[in-house]
C-alpha cells in the first residue's frame, strides 16, 4: 500500500503562484510514477503532469506546459508541483497519484495508477 498525502491548495488571483506537495508513504517503488490529476466541477478528472521514480524527462498536459512544473525529492518521497501563471480554468481539485510499477514509460492515463490522495482545493479568481 502506498498512503499519499496531498497539501498547499488555496485559493489565487489569476496571475498568481502555487506549490503543491505530495509526501509519499508506505511501500516504495523504484520503477514507477508520479502524477498529478484535477477535476474540475462537472467534469472528468484529467492528466496535469507526471514524472518516473527514476527522474528523467516530465510530461506535462499541453493546456499546464510552461507554466507548471512537477519535480521530486526522492529522499522526502515527495513529489512537487509548482503552478505559476495561474488561470481561473486552473480552479479544479488536484490530486496527487502514484504508479508502482512504469516501466515502460511515464504514464499519463488515470487507469494506470494505483494509488491516490484525498485531494487539494486551487481556486483562482479573475
Known amino acids: 500500500q502506498v498512503q499519499l498525502v496531498e497539501s498547499g491548495g488555496g485559493e489565487v488571483q489569476a496571475g498568481g503562484s502555487l506549490r503543491l506537495s505530495c509526501a509519499a508513504s508506505?511501500?516504495?517503488?523504484?520503477?514507477?510514477?508520479m502524477g498529478w490529476f484535477r477535476q474540475a466541477p462537472g467534469k472528468e478528472r484529467e492528466f496535469v503532469a507526471a514524472?518516473?521514480?527514476?527522474?528523467?524527462?516530465?510530461v506535462y498536459a499541453h493546456s499546464v506546459k510552461n507554466r507548471f512544473t512537477i519535480s521530486s525529492d526522492s529522499a522526502k518521497n515527495t513529489v512537487y508541483l509548482q503552478m505559476n501563471g495561474l488561470k481561473p480554468e486552473d480552479t479544479a481539485v488536484y490530486y496527487c497519484?502514484?504508479?508502482?510499477?512504469?516501466?515502460?514509460?511515464?504514464?499519463?492515463?488515470?487507469?494506470?495508477?494505483?494509488?491516490w490522495g484525498q485531494g487539494t482545493q486551487v481556486t483562482v479568481s479573475s
Open positions: 497519484a502514484a504508479d508502482t510499477f512504469a516501466p515502460f514509460g511515464t504514464p499519463v492515463t488515470k487507469s494506470e495508477y494505483d494509488f
Open positions: 514524472i518516473g521514480s527514476r527522474g528523467g524527462s516530465p
Open positions: 508506505g511501500r516504495t517503488f523504484s520503477r514507477g510514477a
